[in-house]
């Protein structure tokens, strides 16, 4: 006996008593926001996975096509990558100069950085995906040169 993609009845013949789907066909999907006619995804969703891995997930949108010409989706990853740049030198950078002022009791001061990077990284995550557009100081305009030129 089959049953239907769609909706998992037992169906006799070639179409789906219940809802009237096709037997051996896939499911039909609905059009929601997160494809695009051209079977691209929608700028949000591009946008939130250019933060997602930082600076791998920025190079891969900014490599793949059609990303790669889209101004919205290329500001985004190229503020992920500056992020994600300015999180590594801050961090080392930090714990570097305390144990070189022998200060090991503020050590516990670049947790706190990474942990403030952290909190921000999740932040634009949240709010990329939701199609908002937070333009960070310092690196933003400068990421938001490169996504034009």
């Known amino acids: ?17 219940k ?18 006619a051209s079977g691209a995804m929608a700028d949000n969703v591009a946008s939130g996975l250019c933060y997602l891995v930082g600076l791998i997930t920025g190079i891969v949108f900014l490599v793949l096509a059609p990303y790669n010409k889209n101004p919205v989706v ?20 930090l714990s570097i100069v305390l144990a070189m002022l022998h200060l090991w009791s503020m050590l516990f001061l670049s947790s706190l950085v990474g942990l403030a990077f952290v909190v921000l990284w999740i932040i634009l995550l949240i709010q990329t995906f939701q199609g908002k557009t937070i333009v960070l100081p310092l690196i933003g305009p400068i990421a938001q040169q490169q996504a034009r030129g």
């Open 74 to 93: 290329r500001f985004h990853a190229f503020q992920s990558i500056f992020l994600n740049v300015a999180w590594i030198i801050i961090s080392y950078g």
């Open 19 to 36: 809802c009237g789907g096709r037997v051996g066909a896939a499911p039909s999907a609905a059009p929601g926001p997160a494809m695009q």
């Open 1 to 17: 006996m089959a049953f239907c993609a769609t909706c998992g009845s037992a169906v006799e013949g070639q179409f789906c008593a």
